[in-house]
């Protein structure tokens, strides 16, 4: 059993920047994915990493403002977002699944976890 939970969230001004983190127990087997879902909006996958850390994916919207990585003696893991804009408003929840089900090279999927956190609000702008 995985329980997650998420912290990190906030207001932000567009431009500047937040990182969330994502703790569990039972942590450094797991592949992480972080999802967000904004009001009105279907859950949409953001970013994925595998256990190790060494295979990392990330959605276009996303690539080159959003860093993932892991710290599996701290059994967290970290989502650096820069560069924030008004649509990136949403709660962002971290979800985990075994390595083995999970490809990270590959889109996923909010099925594809079996493990969730309660979510952080992220908002941008006013």
């Known amino acids: 059993q995985v329980q997650l939970a998420e912290s990190g969230g906030g207001l932000v001004q567009p431009g500047e920047s937040l990182r969330l983190s994502c703790e569990g127990r039972?942590?450094?087997?797991?592949?992480i994915g972080w999802f967000r879902q904004a009001p009105g909006k279907e859950r949409e996958a953001i970013s994925c990493?595998?256990?190790?850390?060494?295979?990392?994916n990330y959605v276009d919207s996303v690539k080159g403002r959003f860093t993932l990585s892991r710290d599996n003696a701290r059994n967290t893991a970290y989502l650096q977002m820069d560069n924030l804009k008004p649509e990136d408003t949403a709660i962002y929840y971290c979800?985990?699944?075994?390595?083995?089900?999970?490809?990270?090279?590959?889109?996923?999927?909010?099925?594809?976890?079996?493990?969730w956190g309660r979510g952080t609000q992220v908002t941008v702008g006013t």
């Open positions: 979800a985990a699944d075994r390595d083995e089900r999970i490809d990270c090279s590959f889109e996923i999927y909010p099925s594809d976890f079996d493990y």
């Open positions: 039972g942590f450094p087997y797991f592949a």
């Open positions: 990493i595998n256990s190790s850390g060494d295979k990392i």
